[in-house]
């Protein structure tokens, strides 16, 4: 999946048309969270109290659901999103090393912004892929057995798009 | 003729370039006016081989792998298409030692069927323990569960059908069949390639726990790192609610079973059963106390079932073939089969359905190939990052929920990460408290607390600052957190940590990581 760009124009509305989509779902609260990520890029700030009424919940509850789960972000990702594998089976294929080069490459660190603003690099533990690592995914999309030299070509081949 | 070609759609096959490769295969074929059908197929499980590209011939299915786009070309001046010899032909799929030698039973279909065609699944004995349950009264199938000693496969290895029966006898007018398909441990991904590779087979099973404890709703949670696996179990329920399998009147039996899929948010807790209920229900994914069970009272305050993936996934080849024939496998208590993943620096990783009682050396040695590096084998972590690392001394332990236990150690959901004697063990054990302070839920303070301090003390120990006092203080934390913790989590921890300093003293400064004599 494509992190879209963010208009927040429209966001009002899209919000509107998710949570009225959810109408009669149990637990809405997740599957609503991920619809606007999935459409706006992060959850904003705005939609806090509109889902806050919807669910007729406090609108620190919502916040405390957001804040709590790494994967909701209150901010826009930029472009692309690399997402690096940390967890054990993949350091013990060299996984810390690749990081290092990743963090160098980009010029920044996890959970951070490329120098240049269009990548954002985030941790993630374990991608299931755990016998042919070091993996990452680069917008959902997985890659396995990622050397420094692999992981530089798949950098330039989004470039080329960003 | 048309000649069939398998190229498997598994995300990991992905990650290492299969779909190019159905696409370069497409292209060439277009090109020199050969007519194939392409079948995305799940993976055999033999991830170095992948993309393991297999044809169809008289003789049976023929694999070619690790194909690269780049070799399909000279793929077909072999004629491939026919079974034709090629410096990456492997022989008949079937015949290769890493499947001959596994017990693949549950797995029975992944890697050969299209994995969200329902005339595959049917094709290849699907739905046969969902028509037999569907005969049964709810206690016999509870009962032919319990008989065949099935033991939850998510971790905590409780008998599946004691806990439907449970469930089966509580009184409610809704109850829920809840799958964890949470899967955060490292080194694991049998559950993934369940929902990626048979999703069917998945499905099977909750329509049966339904119909064993009068449950009419399930859900799936899956965690978002899975989205191929979230795509597949959509796509299999739409096609399986299409043909009356799922929805108000399961085959027409006058039962109702509906089903969806949930999607997690990247909290490992979440994978423990209270949190994970709290996390569907809305809230944020704290751990709850127990009682009450959550047989009683689980999801939105109702009796529910909550299964792992290959807990549930082994339910129709049971209900198939009869109890007796899973108890069969298996030694002791531990009945039936596990799917081990092999993970980590092994040079043949992957997935070995095998009956419990294999030991850790077959598994690393036989079928893992030594390690990748060509290096010695060092530690094994088993069962996932609240797993102990285990040395070559203890890798003929057979693999055995008792055995395990005997030797401080569990079995868990059967992930098996190697590394070789490049790994510092001291950087493990703190990876380890790092992780328990990244993803504890907070609500007791051994966990939230211990595992902070842990990380500190640990940083002092690499550093060398007092050693002694520090690996003491150690000790005691994970005392503290193995004692005062409400879940696993804060719990377990101290599985890697101590393993590490117990059976790699030197990593810890040698002689100051021994248990302290003046305490014992
Ligand atoms: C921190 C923690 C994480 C867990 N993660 C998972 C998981 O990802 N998948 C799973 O099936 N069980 C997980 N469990 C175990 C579940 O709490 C529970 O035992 C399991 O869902 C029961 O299903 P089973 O009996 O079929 O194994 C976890 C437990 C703890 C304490
Ligand atoms: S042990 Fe940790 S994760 Fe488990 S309930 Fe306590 S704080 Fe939460
Ligand atoms: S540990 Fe990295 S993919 Fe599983």
Same mark, same amino acid.
């Given at each position: 999946? #494509? ?17 009225? $989509? ?13 619809? =606007? ?25 919502? *916040? ?15 472009? *692309? ?19 290092? *080069? ?7 660190? /996890? ?24 993996? =990452?995914? =680069? ?24 | ?27 060439? $074929? ?7 059908? !392409? ?7 033999? /991830? ?39 410096? %990456? ?56 569960? !319990? ?41 694991? +991904? ?9 999703? +069917? ?18 859900? &799936? ?15 299999? !329920? $739409? ?17 109702? /079973? ?6 997690? $948010? ?19 994914? &704290? ?54 993943? %092999? ?23 036989? +079928? ?80 939230? =607390? ?10 002092? &120990? ?7 006092? #520090? ?36 990593? /810890? ?12």
């Amino acid at each position: 999946m #494509q992190t879209p760009y963010t208009d927040s124009a429209r966001d009002p509305a899209t919000v509107a048309a998710i949570l009225e $989509a959810h109408r009669g779902t149990p637990g809405a609260m997740l599957p609503i969270l991920h619809a =606007i990520q999935d459409s706006l890029g992060h959850i904003p700030a705005d939609a806090v109290p509109l889902i806050a009424d919807f669910l007729n919940v406090s609108r620190a509850e919502v *916040h405390g659901v957001i804040t709590y789960y790494d994967h909701f972000r209150q901010q826009p990702a930029a472009r *692309h999103v690399v997402r690096l594998c940390r967890a054990e089976a993949c350091q013990a294929r060299g996984a810390d090393a690749l990081a290092g *080069h990743v963090r160098q490459t980009l010029g920044c660190d /996890f959970h951070g912004t490329s120098a240049d603003g269009k990548v954002t690099l985030e941790p993630v533990y374990c991608l299931g892929h755990c016998a042919v690592g070091p993996n =990452i995914a =680069i917008d959902d999309k997985p890659y396995a057995r990622v050397s420094t030299a692999r992981f530089d070509a798949l950098l330039a081949a989004c470039g080329g798009e960003r | 003729m048309t000649c069939t070609i398998f190229v498997p759609r598994d995300s990991t096959a992905l990650a290492l370039g299969a779909d190019d490769v159905a696409t370069a295969i497409e292209a060439e $074929a277009r090109r020199r006016g050969i007519d194939l059908r !392409i079948v995305r197929n799940g993976s055999r499980g033999m /991830f170095w081989l992948e993309p393991l590209v297999e044809v169809a011939t008289p003789a049976g299915r023929t694999a070619y792998g690790p194909v690269d786009a780049s070799d399909v070309a000279g793929l077909f001046d072999a004629g491939f298409f026919d079974g034709g010899a090629h410096p %990456l032909s492997l022989g008949l799929t079937d015949a290769l030692p890493y499947l001959q030698k596994q017990e693949r039973i549950t797995f029975a279909r992944v890697g050969i069927t299209d994995p969200v065609s329902l005339d595959d699944y049917l094709a290849h004995d699907g739905y046969a323990g969902l028509r037999r349950a569907l005969s049964m009264a709810p206690g016999a199938i509870v009962q032919e569960v !319990i008989d065949s000693g099935l033991r939850g496969r998510g971790g905590a290895a409780f008998p599946t059908g004691v806990k439907w029966k449970t469930v089966l006898g509580a009184q409610a007018v809704q109850k829920y069949i809840v799958c964890n398909a949470d899967e955060g441990d490292s080194g694991t +991904f049998s559950d993934r390639m369940v929902m990626e590779d048979d999703p +069917f087979m998945l499905i099977e099973g909750m329509t049966i726990a339904g119909l064993a404890v009068g449950a009419t709703r399930g859900y &799936i949670y899956v965690r978002s790192e899975y989205p191929h696996a979230i795509a597949a179990l959509n796509e299999a !329920i $739409a096609n399986a609610t299409a043909a009356g399998y799922l929805g108000i009147d399961v085959l027409g039996s006058g039962k109702a /079973f509906h089903l969806d899929v949930r999607k997690g $948010a990247g909290s490992y807790v979440c994978g423990e059963e209270t949190a994970l209920l709290e996390s569907l229900e809305g809230k944020r994914g &704290i751990v709850r106390a127990k009682p009450p069970l959550p047989a009683l009272s689980g999801l939105f305050g109702q009796p529910t079932v909550i299964n792992n993936v290959i807990s549930l996934a082994s339910v129709p080849l049971i209900l198939q073939k009869g109890a007796a024939y899973y108890r069969d496998l298996g030694q002791g208590r531990s009945r039936g089969t596990l799917p081990f993943q %092999l993970a980590g620096n092994l040079k043949y990783g992957g997935l070995v359905e095998k009956a419990f009682g294999v030991t850790l050396r077959e598994l690393l040695v036989d +079928f893992g190939g030594g390690s990748a590096s060509g290096r010695p084998l060092r530690a094994v972590q088993v069962g996932g990052p609240l797993g102990a690392y285990l040395p070559p001394s203890r890798f003929d332990t057979p693999l055995d929920y008792e055995a395990f236990a005997a030797i401080g150690a569990a079995v868990g959901h059967g992930g098996i990460v190697a590394f070789d004697d490049t790994v510092d063990m001291a950087k493990q054990a703190r990876y380890a408290m790092e992780f328990c302070a990244a993803e504890s839920c907070g609500k007791c303070t051994p966990c939230r =607390i211990g595992s902070t301090r842990g990380v500190e003390v640990m940083d002092k &120990i690499i550093a060398n600052q007092d050693r002694p006092q #520090q690996i003491h203080l150690l000790r005691d934390l994970c005392d503290l957190m193995l004692a005062g913790s409400l879940c696993a989590m804060g719990g377990m921890t101290p599985y890697p940590v101590l393993s590490a300093l117990d059976n790699f003293p030197e990593d /810890f400064g040698g002689s100051d990581a021994a248990p302290d004599q003046k305490a014992a």
